[in-house]
């Protein structure tokens, strides 16, 4: 295999473990966030629930600029035009994102009901909407995404902000992210909280975790029938240009196709189903930590299954399919993957190594602050 070509598969697969690094670890976090709520009827059992996630939801937030990072860097093409056609929906994300660590931060620091309560609403939307952001970004993408390019490069986008988000199947793929949230942020909840945080948190989890087995089953047939992306005749090697001619055509169930040309690809949909499932069945044993790890599989065969659907599609154009980002024409150059690859094997295995040190460092149950405990959140 070509150099070049190599780096561009291989980045493709970081670029997929590191959303989905992103949808476990962060997405562990906005569902605590979500289900705060829930989980405490009470101003400390909130407090307990916040202090489950509060040693370690600002470094998670790592996984989050890796993605953005990996993006930019990598597939610069495919960053310049994403960031643009979803603007509008990125500010909304920024918008939640910059709420949710004020909330961390000043909750607390007053002790007036209304003032906590407003907080506590506050976690709630910057927990639910990123999650609901994340899903529908790839039911978006699914489906095809309204731009294209002028002779010059410039980008033209067709669709309103409000088609990607209120489309019925990016709703589906919203609410698919988020219940896996959920669940995360559930079993999270078990393995450092006491009753009745644990109690609640094992309820509401091993519900998710079934609500999300029939969001991703409706979502697979759903995907069959769509107008999915074929590119014929690929240079594999060419060099990253997005206004390069390619053999694109729509054909419905499409995204089945890899499935076909290799079958063992099953197996990634119906691992992330058993995990679901053995999650949502791990929950009701109490086995809160292998609730966990299963939760983690099932992110990954979600977006494994979603990745190796459209490979090797970025964004597809339904404007002009021959102009879709692929991973052919929208990674960067040899010279920059190889630097990209180099600084990624020395901190990617340090940013596991610190945050596993950390979950180990601070593991345990957590006890219900104390009222005058400012150091707490």
Known sequence: MDAYVFLKVLWWLLLGILLMGLAIMVGMDMGVGTLLRFVGKNDAERRMALNVVGPHWDGNQV???LGGGAI?????????TSFSVFYIVMILLLFSMIMRPVAFEYRSKVPAEKWRDTWDWAFLISGALPMIVYGAAFGNILEGVGFHFGWDGQY???ESFLSYLLNPFAI????????????QGAAMLMI?????????AKKIGSVAGLVSVVLFVIGGFWVSGLDG???HHADAAMPANISAAQDVTRVAGAWLHNYAAAPILWLIPVIAILAMLAGSLAMRANKSTLAWWLGAVAWIGVLGTAGVSMFPFLMPSSDNPAQSITVWNGTGSEYNLVWMTIFSAIFVPTIL???TWCFRVMRGKVKSPSP???HAY
């Open 63 to 65: 996984w989050f600029i």
């Open 372 to 374: 005058s405990d400012t």
């Open 229 to 231: 992306y074929v590119l």
């Open 72 to 80: 930019f860097a990598a597939f610069p093409s495919l960053y310049a």
């Open 192 to 200: 450092r909280g006491t009753d009745p945080i644990y109690s609640r």
């Open 353 to 355: 190594a610190y945050t």
């Open 156 to 158: 033209y986008q067709t």
């Open 172 to 183: 589906l793929c919203g609410l698919l992210s988020l219940s896996l949230a959920m669940y």
